[in-house]
């Protein structure tokens, strides 16, 4: 098993094996094997140090981003405060806003699990990471419009009208229309309503924008793919842009939803529950993939699919990503060039040093 044997706790520490784990993105072994050996209760700090961060690392590996501020304050300062740009804050009124004031640190960390989950061959985990970063695009479509990503304490200003009203006359569906109400007030209560509004709501918050932005003052039917529900009547709050502005996010808007109806999210409802089947394989993700991407790339009607024109990201080109093309859809739906980030890989490397000098 190579490196990846089993330590007993009677055998010594080898912390150049454990080094080679960190190199290969195999932080959640490198931190059980430290367990094991009990190195956070060492007398070496470089030991509980390498220990401490390791952990972090698994968690990181795991996107548990509710907890990334609680768990980063045994890092460096510059690594604990990119954790919390990429997390998201415990407290509704907290100063630093983390991934609800901007996804993209986030995605950057999605990118980057998402390649070693496919570098590690483990498939199961890999369209658990798609699911995932599909759930927020629609968001990160609206960020450059709102300004932020969805922040539910700033965005009581950006909207109104019917937007978590009633439901008279509004496009969204009685979930959405819960959600829109929920976002109104999550973060002007106490901490358990925000949490609750966190664990339950916000990650259906783009899908009641998304139907905001695929208006019918903006896009008219079959212009572009059906991709759901579409507002027949919108606020005017929706409609303060430029009419460019806003074919350009109903365009990214279409993508995300793409994507998120795509076999390759799909495959994440076939995840085996007890009785040993479904586990997609490397082949099936990757014919999944390819299918996906084609549907991304077809022109529509109008002949206005931003990943076939000059829109902002869609010349970026990473040729050695698990997905082929896949930060270059991140960032044409978030309308700037996006490429997988380094948190992983700067938490590997500090846990190294520290290893080194145990």
């Known amino acids: 098993m190579g490196v990846l044997q089993t330590l007993r706790p009677s055998e010594p520490l ?11 993105g195999w932080y959640d072994t490198a931190d059980s094997m430290l367990r ?10 470089h030991l509980v140090q390498a220990a401490a961060v390791t952990a972090v690392a698994r968690r990181v590996l795991t996107l548990d981003a509710e907890d990334f501020e609680e768990i980063g304050d045994v890092l460096p300062a510059d690594l604990r405060s990119r954790l919390v740009d990429a997390g998201f804050p415990h407290q509704p009124r907290s100063v630093a806003r983390g991934a609800l004031g901007n996804l993209v640190p ?31 695009l629609p968001q990160l479509a609206w960020q450059s ?24 006359g509004c496009a969204h569906t009685s979930a959405m229309n819960a959600t829109a109400r929920r ?18 709501f916000h990650s259906r918050l783009g899908e009641a924008l998304g139907v905001c932005a695929m208006n019918h003052a903006t896009v008219d039917a079959g212009e572009r793919p059906d991709v759901g529900i ?15 502005e806003r074919r350009a996010l109903d365009a990214r808007v279409r993508l995300a939803r793409i994507f998120q109806e795509s ?6 409802h076939h995840a085996p529950v007890g009785h040993f089947f479904g586990v997609p394989s490397g082949s099936e993700i990757g014919n999944a993939w390819v299918t996906t991407w084609n549907k991304l790339n077809e022109q529509w009607a109008d002949g206005s699919n931003p990943m076939l024109e000059e829109a902002p990201g869609y010349d970026v080109d990473v040729c050695d990503e698990a997905l082929p093309g896949l930060s ?16 992983l890989r700067d938490l590997g490397a500090t846990a190294i040093a520290e290893l080194r000098a145990a």
């Open 230 to 244: 579409t507002c027949p009547d919108p606020c005017q709050w929706v409609l303060s842009g430029t009419r460019e």
């Open 14 to 24: 080898d912390l150049d094996q454990i080094a080679i784990l960190c190199e290969s």
């Open 263 to 268: 076999g390759l999210v799909a495959l994440r």
């Open 328 to 343: 270059r859809l991140v960032s044409v739906i978030a309308a700037r060039p996006m490429r997988a980030g380094h948190l």
């Open 183 to 200: 976002s109104l007030h999550a973060a002007l209560g106490d901490e358990e309503g925000y949490t609750s509004y966190l664990d339950k």
């Open 145 to 168: 419009t709102l300004g932020d990503g969805g922040d539910p304490l700033t965005l009581p200003d950006k909207v109104g009208e019917k937007w978590g009203g009633d439901g008279q």
């Open 36 to 45: 094991m050996a009990r190195a956070s209760e060492s007398e070496n700090p």
């Open 106 to 136: 986030l995605y950057e960390l999605m990118l980057e699990v998402l390649d070693i989950r496919m570098h590690r061959e483990e498939p199961q985990q890999v369209v658990v990471a798609c699911h995932i970063l599909g759930e927020y």
